[in-house]
C-alpha cells in the first residue's frame, strides 16, 4: 500500500461530459501528479502540482485542469469528454517533486468514454 | 522517434535465468533514470533508480546506465514468476525550472515455470 487513494475507482461517461477524479496524497507529500495511461502504453504526463500551485504540464490541452488543496489533496478534470479520454488515470504523490522520480502510484481511476 | 523507446515484447524467460530489459532515450541531456514495475490491473511502483554511469545493484536487480549510448537496462537475476509483469522505463526531463516523468510504453516480461 502506497496511502496514496483515488476515487472513484471505474466511472463510464458519455462524449462530451464533465468528470472529476480524486486523489489523496500519501502523509507529507507536497506534491501531486497526474498521469493518463491508454491500455497497452506507458503513462503519459498531464500535469504537477507542488503546494496548490500548478508546475508542470504536458501535451494535454486546456479541457484538462486540475487543482490542489491546501491538505495536498488533488483533482482532475477533465471538459467536454471524447472517446480517446477512455484511459486509466493515475494520481502519484512525492515527497520532493518530479526531480528524485521516486513516486508513489494511486489504484488509479479507470474512465470509459462512450 | 519516441523520447523513451522499450521493445513491448513479451520477453519470456525461464524461472531461474537472468531476464535483461532494455531502454533507450532520446534527449541527451536526461540524468535521472528510473525503472517501475506493473502488475496487471495494478499501478507502477518504483524498483531501481539510476543517476551515474555503471551499474546499481539492489538484491536480484540491477540497473545499467549508458549515457554516451542513451540506453538503460534492467536485469533480473534467478528469475521469478513473481517478476512477471510490465516493466517501465522513466526519465526525468527538464522543462524550464520543472521536471517531466517521461515514460516507456513498457516490456511484458513473463517467467516460465
Known amino acids: 500500500e502506497t496511502g496514496v487513494t483515488q476515487s472513484p475507482t471505474h466511472l463510464i461517461k458519455t462524449r462530451g461530459q464533465q468528470v472529476t477524479l480524486r486523489c489523496s496524497s500519501q502523509?507529507?507529500?507536497?506534491?501531486v501528479s497526474w498521469y493518463q495511461q491508454a491500455l497497452g502504453q506507458g503513462p503519459q504526463f498531464i500535469f504537477q502540482?507542488?503546494?496548490?500551485?500548478?508546475?508542470g504540464r504536458g501535451n494535454f490541452p486546456p479541457r484538462f485542469s486540475g487543482l490542489q488543496f491546501p491538505n495536498y489533496s488533488s483533482e482532475l478534470n477533465v471538459n467536454a469528454l471524447e472517446l480517446d479520454d477512455s484511459a486509466l488515470y493515475l494520481c502519484?504523490?512525492?515527497?520532493?517533486?518530479?526531480?528524485?522520480?521516486?513516486?508513489?502510484f494511486g489504484e488509479g481511476s479507470r474512465l470509459t468514454v462512450l | 522517434q519516441k523520447e523513451v523507446e522499450q521493445n513491448s515484447g513479451p520477453l519470456s524467460v525461464p524461472e531461474g535465468a537472468i531476464a535483461s530489459l532494455n531502454c533507450t532515450y532520446s534527449?541527451?541531456?536526461?540524468?535521472?533514470f528510473f525503472w517501475y514495475r506493473q502488475y496487471s490491473g495494478k499501478s507502477p511502483e518504483l524498483i531501481m533508480s539510476?543517476?551515474s554511469n555503471g551499474d546499481k545493484e539492489d538484491g536480484r536487480f540491477t540497473a545499467q546506465l549508458n549515457k554516451a549510448s542513451q540506453y538503460v537496462s534492467l536485469l533480473i537475476r534467478d528469475s521469478q514468476p513473481s517478476d512477471s509483469a510490465t516493466y517501465l522505463c522513466?526519465?526525468?526531463?527538464?522543462?524550464?525550472?520543472?521536471?517531466?516523468?517521461?515514460w516507456g510504453a513498457g516490456t511484458k516480461l513473463i517467467i516460465k515455470p
Open positions: 502519484a504523490s512525492s515527497l520532493r517533486g518530479l526531480g528524485t522520480g521516486e513516486l508513489f
Open positions: 502523509s507529507g507529500h507536497n506534491t
Open positions: 502540482y507542488y503546494r496548490e500551485e500548478e508546475n
Open positions: 534527449d541527451r541531456v536526461s540524468q535521472s
Open positions: 539510476i543517476y
Open positions: 522513466a526519465v526525468i526531463r527538464a522543462v524550464d525550472s520543472n521536471y517531466q516523468l517521461i
